[in-house]
């Protein structure tokens, strides 16, 4: 069974950075990244779409770059300018399936998931 497995959460200052890590026991076609702040849904924030194509959504968009390193089965989350409403436990998600292009930011197109990391945000 796949295994994910995220890291370089934290604490900074609004207007701080972070570069989060997801690494995977075995190559994945999709992985994405999610967020869940307390007493919300699970939003989908950065998608892998194909070597060369994300998918960002419009709350990070700007802010938050997703990309792949496919030699080590890992994806990674920079995000920047970070504010207090980013503050939420971050997951990695994973999916061999291909669902269509609308599902990619979708909890429920992922069958495969991290632990979850915190990452907060002081203002």
């Known amino acids: 069974q796949g295994q994910l497995v995220e890291s370089g959460g934290g604490s900074v200052q609004s207007g701080g950075s972070l570069r989060l890590s997801c690494v995977a026991s075995?190559?994945?076609?999709?992985m994405t990244w999610f967020r869940q702040a307390p007493g919300k849904e699970r939003e989908g924030v950065a998608a892998?779409?194909?070597?060369?194509?994300?998918m960002v959504a419009e709350s990070v968009k700007g802010r938050f770059t997703i990309s792949q390193d496919k030699t080590k089965n890992t994806i990674y989350l920079q995000m920047s300018d970070l504010k207090p409403e980013d503050t939420a436990m971050y997951y990695c998600?994973?999916?061999?399936?291909?669902?269509?292009?609308?599902?990619?930011?979708?909890?429920?197109?992922?069958?495969?998931w991290g632990q979850g990391i915190q990452v907060t945000v002081s203002s």
């Open positions: 998600a994973a999916s061999q399936i291909n669902r269509g292009l609308a599902t990619r930011l979708q909890a429920s197109a992922y069958e495969y």
């Open positions: 075995e190559f994945f076609a999709y």
């Open positions: 892998i779409l194909s070597e060369y194509n994300t």
